[in-house]
């Protein structure tokens, strides 16, 4: 069964770093990329860029290219969303998702990580 | 960048009723390009169709998507309870971008 499992919620203040995880089972990792995905609260989805495992291939929407920083763990399965310095404006769910290849779809997702940043 | 529009914001039926639920592109896409979720509250999105037309593994068949160019439709044949939730259409490929959602919700 293909699972995406992610940690859990966090509360930080502005200015604070942050590394949050997707740990993934059920299928082998390094062969899909790994996508994420933020919701703001009661907003829709946006497109945040998206990590191969393989290589550590990046590709970063304009939005968030230079704000957050993808990685990964192949040796446990495990992709990370991190902040260096966070805003209030940070504040939302970030979802991961599995999608076979760079320009596809994503069709499994983790149940989403809520982080709150406030002074 | 191309901008997916979704319509109408809200839509109230009752269970039993038919949904058709409208993404529009600012401009012309392929829709080999184009996927439908479904997210309840509090849940993570679900996949529903791909490819514009192509249901996902266990997705019911009173769910369909259509569609070409501009403008894709996503149908959902007798409601259940369980289908009352908000919808995004997503263009992937090089610059994925997501509509803003419909919310399905019970009158």
């Known amino acids: 069964e293909v699972q995406l499992v992610q940690s859990g919620a966090e509360v930080k203040k502005p200015g604070e770093s942050l590394k949050i995880s997707c740990k993934v089972s059920?299928?082998?990792?390094?062969?899909?990329?790994i996508a994420w995905v933020r919701q703001m609260p009661g907003r829709g989805l946006e497109w945040m860029g998206i990590?191969?495992?393989?290589?550590?291939?990046?590709r970063y929407s304009p939005s968030f290219q230079g704000h957050v920083t993808f990685s990964v763990d192949k040796s446990i399965s495990t992709a990370y969303l991190q902040w260096n310095s966070l805003k209030a404006s940070d504040t939302a769910t970030y979802y991961c998702?599995?999608?076979?290849?760079?320009?596809?779809?994503?069709?499994?997702w983790g149940q989403g990580t809520l982080v709150t940043v406030s002074s | 960048d191309i901008v997916l529009t979704q319509s109408p914001g809200t839509l109230s039926l009752s269970p039993g009723e038919r949904a058709t639920l409208s993404c529009r592109a600012s401009?012309?896409?392929?829709?080999?390009?184009l996927a439908w979720y479904q997210q309840t509250s509090g849940q993570a999105p679900r996949l529903l169709i791909y490819?514009?037309?192509r249901r996902a593994t266990g997705i019911p068949d009173r769910f369909s998507g259509s569609g070409s160019g501009t403008d894709f439709t996503l149908t959902i044949n007798r409601l259940e309870p369980e289908d009352f939730a908000v919808y995004y259409c997503?263009?992937?490929?090089?610059?994925?971008?997501f509509g803003q959602g419909t919310k399905l919700e019970i009158k």
């Open positions: 059920g299928y082998y990792f390094s062969n899909y990329w």
């Open positions: 998702a599995r999608q076979y290849v760079s320009e596809s779809y994503p069709d499994y």
């Open positions: 401009q012309s896409v392929s829709s080999s390009y």
């Open positions: 490819g514009a037309s």
């Open positions: 997503l263009l992937y490929g090089y610059s994925p971008t």
């Open positions: 990590n191969y495992p393989s290589n550590s291939e990046t």
